[in-house]
Protein backbone atom coordinates (compact mmCIF):
# COMPACT_ATOMS: atom_id res chain seq x y z
CA UNK A 1 0.00 0.00 0.00
CA UNK A 2 1.18 3.69 -0.44
CA UNK A 3 2.52 5.45 2.75
CA UNK A 4 3.35 9.08 2.89
CA UNK A 5 6.22 10.37 4.47
CA UNK A 6 4.68 14.06 4.00
CA UNK A 7 1.37 13.52 5.66
CA UNK A 8 0.84 10.07 6.84
CA UNK A 9 1.55 8.06 10.37
CA UNK A 10 3.56 5.66 11.76
CA UNK A 11 3.29 2.50 9.97
CA UNK A 12 3.79 -0.81 12.48
CA UNK A 13 6.60 -2.17 13.81
CA UNK A 14 9.57 -3.08 10.98
CA UNK A 15 13.31 -4.50 11.51
CA UNK A 16 14.27 -2.24 8.51
CA UNK A 17 13.69 1.38 7.00
CA UNK A 18 15.69 1.40 3.98
CA UNK A 19 15.19 5.38 2.77
CA UNK A 20 18.48 5.88 0.35
CA UNK A 21 18.85 9.17 -1.17
CA UNK A 22 14.74 10.70 -0.82
CA UNK A 23 15.46 12.52 2.88
CA UNK A 24 18.33 14.87 0.40
CA UNK A 25 15.16 16.29 -1.58
CA UNK A 26 13.39 17.08 1.95
CA UNK A 27 13.82 20.43 3.89
CA UNK A 28 15.41 20.04 7.35
CA UNK A 29 11.22 20.08 9.15
CA UNK A 30 10.20 17.29 6.46
CA UNK A 31 13.32 15.58 7.18
CA UNK A 32 13.07 15.39 11.01
CA UNK A 33 9.45 14.43 10.61
CA UNK A 34 10.19 11.31 8.23
CA UNK A 35 13.05 10.40 10.75
CA UNK A 36 10.86 10.57 13.51
CA UNK A 37 8.24 8.65 11.66
CA UNK A 38 11.47 5.66 10.87
CA UNK A 39 12.11 6.39 14.74
CA UNK A 40 8.61 5.01 16.08
CA UNK A 41 8.18 2.72 13.26
CA UNK A 42 11.73 0.89 14.03
CA UNK A 43 10.80 -2.05 16.44
CA UNK A 44 13.87 -2.45 19.49
CA UNK A 45 17.35 -2.73 17.81
CA UNK A 46 15.94 -2.18 14.54
CA UNK A 47 18.11 -0.95 11.56
CA UNK A 48 17.76 2.38 9.02
CA UNK A 49 19.59 2.97 6.27
CA UNK A 50 19.69 5.93 4.31
CA UNK A 51 21.83 7.47 1.38
CA UNK A 52 25.64 8.11 0.55
CA UNK A 53 24.78 12.00 0.86
CA UNK A 54 22.30 11.81 4.09
CA UNK A 55 23.13 11.94 7.80
CA UNK A 56 21.84 11.92 11.02
CA UNK A 57 24.29 14.15 12.03
CA UNK A 58 21.89 17.75 11.80
CA UNK A 59 18.61 15.84 13.35
CA UNK A 60 16.75 16.02 16.27
CA UNK A 61 16.94 12.13 16.58
CA UNK A 62 20.54 11.66 16.06
CA UNK A 63 20.51 10.74 19.90
CA UNK A 64 18.49 7.49 19.26
CA UNK A 65 20.49 5.77 17.10
CA UNK A 66 23.98 4.04 16.72
CA UNK A 67 26.11 3.79 13.92
CA UNK A 68 26.19 0.14 12.58
CA UNK A 69 28.10 0.38 8.97
CA UNK A 70 28.73 4.13 8.76
CA UNK A 71 30.43 4.17 5.67
CA UNK A 72 27.19 2.68 4.61
CA UNK A 73 25.37 5.33 6.33
CA UNK A 74 23.22 1.86 8.33
CA UNK A 75 22.41 3.13 11.85
CA UNK A 76 20.60 0.71 14.36
CA UNK A 77 18.44 2.43 16.58
CA UNK A 78 19.49 2.54 20.59
CA UNK A 79 17.88 0.17 23.04
CA UNK A 80 16.60 3.29 25.30
CA UNK A 81 14.98 5.10 22.13
Do not use: M
Not at 19 to 27: A, M
Not at 55 to 79: G, M, N, W
Amino acid sequence: SDHSLATDSVFSEVHLVSCRNVLIYFERALQDRALGLFREALCHRGFLGLGSKESLRFSAHTDAFEDFVPLQRIYRKKSSA
